[in-house]
């Protein structure tokens, strides 16, 4: 069953670790690993919601989702998607920034060194936007509930999120930005660039958000649509034509599922900016992770454990924040992308481990619970 369901996940991984070993050499064995961790840590919740999705799907389209989707997600947004990144910041053609990483590493390395302002700022606000919607959204299950509590009431104030994401942005374009002109840092007055490439990383959030809003109404739709013409089929005895109607709502399915997987997408990519600006080590790294996120996402349809581990969502969330703010220092500073990577990782790891001891906890509380009962029932005269 796993050598299945990741069989061709051990397969990527294999060939893509071989690769940039011939490529990199150990040390850019050791980034692809990093980056493949990463990929796979930041998007667990995708594949989490790619699951509760996919599961109300027939099998054709959870056919097309796994294949057709597979070339989106993984040749689409984690390889083409940095290339458009650092030919839209650099300023130069997509063919040209593919040349350059491979034919010309120093040139290439320059013209990304020059654009990581703008792309800190892009990459540091989507991921804060994705962080700040998360936690300022009440939860019945909550982690850290000394901090999510109040959070979550603070939440109720409109457009919060979007106010404090700017605010921070405004900071960081003065403060790094300003700082690193006055004192000879990393990156010259920046001031400008990092303010609007903060502002089209929030537009970008808000249109992938809204566009998911609006595929989920539409998919809501449909159901109700659905549910209202079997109800009818079955007053009147007609045959309801349910092939039609669950195609019409796998179909939006499918397109919801798409908005969604572009939109997680997005943090893995520009947080493995944050690691390293070597194109085809960040092509490899994430191409695996990808792979990985939907094999999981394949798992946890068939075994049917998506609510087994609670805290999981809640630290790749906050593993998203902290990449968040790491980006949005590293306008100015340079940040060693291993603290960077491990980051993400402590803190999968402290959701996972949570989550088992929540487990563990409720188990005992059942157990004792049942024992209680035994002993109620048992007549006194035993």
């Known amino acids: ?64 989702f796994l294949t057709i989707g597979v070339l989106v997600a993984v040749f689409g947004m984690r390889l083409v998607f940095p290339v458009v990144i650092v030919a839209i910041s650099a300023k ?31 990459g540091g606000m989507f991921l804060l936007m994705i962080f700040l919607d998360f ?45 690193a002109h006055q004192h000879g840092g990393i990156h010259a007055d920046k001031t400008e660039t990092v303010l609007i490439a903060g502002i089209a990383g929030l537009i970008t959030y808000l249109i992938v958000g809204g566009l998911s809003g609006y595929f989920e109404n539409k998919l809501e739709e449909e159901e109700e649509r659905e549910q209202e013409a079997e109800e009818e089929a079955k007053r009147s005895g007609k045959k309801v034509p349910a ?3 669950a195609g019409k709502a796998a179909f939006f399915m499918f397109l919801y599922l798409e908005v969604l997987d572009a939109s997680f997408s997005f943090d893995g990519v520009i947080g493995a900016f944050a690691i390293t600006n070597d ?14 996120v939907r094999s999981l996402t394949v798992y946890l349809v068939r075994q049917g454990t998506l ?26 500073y340079e940040i060693h992308e291993v603290i960077t990577g491990l980051v993400g990782i402590v803190l999968i790891a402290w959701s996972f481990f949570s989550s088992i001891q929540r487990n563990r906890r409720l188990a005992a509380a059942e157990g004792k619970d049942t024992g209680s009962n035994e002993k109620a029932e048992v007549p006194s005269g035993v």
């Open 92 to 122: 130069i053609g997509p063919i040209e920034a593919v040349q350059l990483a491979l034919d010309d590493k120093d040139k290439y390395q320059q013209l990304v060194t020059d654009a990581h302002p703008s792309i800190a700022a892009f």
């Open 307 to 332: 609510d087994d581990y609670v805290y999981l969502e809640h630290g790749a969330h906050y593993a998203i924040g902290a990449l968040a703010v790491i980006l949005l220092i590293t306008i100015q």
């Open 135 to 179: 936690i300022f959204e009440d939860r019945d299950i909550k982690w850290l509930s000394w901090l999510e509590r109040p959070l979550a009431k603070l939440g109720k104030v409109d457009m919060l999120s979007v106010c404090i994401a700017l605010i921070v942005l405004l900071v960081s374009a003065m403060t790094f930005a300003t700082s």
């Open 1 to 64: 069953m796993l050598l299945k369901t990741f069989g061709w996940s051990f397969a990527v991984t294999a060939l893509g670790l071989v690769a940039a070993v011939f490529y990199g050499g150990w040390t850019g064995f050791g980034i692809v690993a990093i980056l493949s961790i990463l990929e796979i840590s930041v998007s667990f919740d995708n594949a989490v919601v790619n699951a509760g999705i996919l599961k109300k799907m027939n099998a054709f389209w959870q056919k097309i």
């Open 243 to 245: 092939v039609v109607m």
């Open 279 to 292: 194109i085809v080590l960040m092509a490899l790294g994430l191409g695996i992770g990808a792979m990985y």
